[in-house]
């Protein structure tokens, strides 16, 4: 099973951007998405959660700006990233628990996806 993020690039500050964060594998259950941040020199930071039931929660660096979203049908987290600044600017990861049937036993992973990098420079 994996993760396949997309969508990062660079923009100027204000402008919009969108994330995406597909799972794929034999999956049996997909629960809590996320994504999560890491500036140049820093460490890795929340950024947003959706659990399986659509509850949310932000940092307050992004309250107003950004909305995270799931597609449960495709296994696919959004980020919706408005009003951006350039201390937006980060590798973004995709997060996500992930179960997995193996014979007759589940497996629950936090898995990863490979970071896709957004730049916010004028």
């Known amino acids: 099973v994996q993760l396949q993020a997309s969508g990062g690039g660079l923009v100027q500050p204000g402008e919009s951007l969108r994330l995406s964060c597909a799972a794929s594998?034999?999956?049996?259950?997909?629960?809590?998405m996320g994504w999560f941040r890491q500036a140049p020199g820093k460490q890795r930071s929340l950024v947003a959660t959706?659990?399986?039931?659509?509850?949310?929660d932000y940092a307050d660096s992004v309250k107003d700006r950004f909305t995270i979203g799931r597609d449960n049908a495709k296994n696919t987290v959004y980020l919706q990233m408005s009003s951006l600044k350039p201390e937006d600017t980060a590798v973004y990861y995709c997060?996500?628990?992930?179960?997995?049937?193996?014979?007759?036993?589940?497996?629950?992973?936090?898995?990863w996806g490979q970071g896709t990098q957004v730049t916010v420079s004028s």
């Open positions: 959706i659990t399986n039931n659509d509850r949310t």
């Open positions: 594998g034999s999956i049996f259950k997909v629960g809590t």
């Open positions: 997060n996500a628990e992930l179960t997995t049937l193996q014979g007759d036993q589940l497996h629950t992973l936090d898995t």
